[in-house]
């Protein structure tokens, strides 16, 4: 039986647009849980600086890293975690030690490099924007503790409320995820 889903947002949180993603995941998984650095609270940012801001301000790195430890300590069973961004980089080292985890999928975490010794102990995809910092230069490093992707796609392609985003590139990077999520 597949396990449940636990989709982690990146700083723009919750937001009426992530819903169409949501209802997609929720066909795939028994149940899909959202966890944001904003605790559930919806906010509409004008741009990514002001997200940025309002995230550094109301949450942080290290808070949201919290939150995420905390959502997995309070877990009754093993789950599948599909992370974007900051919710990636808050993801990653965790992996290392957790029996929480099923699967995850971490896409555009952009500070993924700069920890790219840690080898998470569950099978873990890293879906990396190749012109990230880092990235090409930790390459090897990261493909040895997981499946690296490397994408042409900007850092946000998934999010509609990113200036980057890509609706063609997002459906079908999220078919071949949840396609990898749902294999033995």
Not at 72 to 78: D, E, G, N, T, V
Not at 91 to 112: E, H
Not at 115 to 135: E, H, I, R, S
Not at 146 to 152: G, I, K, P, Q, S
């Amino acid at each position: 039986m597949t396990a449940p889903l636990l989709l982690i947002t990146d700083i723009w949180g919750q937001h009426q647009t992530l819903e169409p993603l949501i209802t997609e995941l929720e066909k795939h998984f028994p149940a899909v849980a959202v966890l944001d650095p904003y605790s559930g609270q919806r906010f509409v940012f004008g741009n990514s600086n002001e997200a940025f801001g309002y995230f550094e301000r109301r949450c942080s790195a290290a808070v949201y890293q919290q939150k995420v430890q905390d959502c997995l300590s309070s877990a009754a069973a093993p789950m599948n975690i599909l992370a974007f961004s900051a919710g990636a980089d808050a993801t990653w080292p965790l992996l290392t030690n957790t029996d929480k985890v099923a699967k995850a999928a971490l896409v555009y975490g952009n500070s993924i490099p700069l920890k790219a010794q840690l080898q998470p102990n569950c099978p873990t995809q890293l879906w990396l924007c190749q012109d990230d910092a880092g990235v090409k230069a930790q390459q090897t490093l990261l493909n040895q503790h997981a499946d690296l992707a490397l994408t042409e796609q900007t850092h946000g392609y998934f999010n509609p409320r990113s200036d980057h985003y890509d609706p063609i590139a997002a459906t079908q990077d999220l078919a071949v995820l949840i396609r990898w999520f749902l294999r033995d």
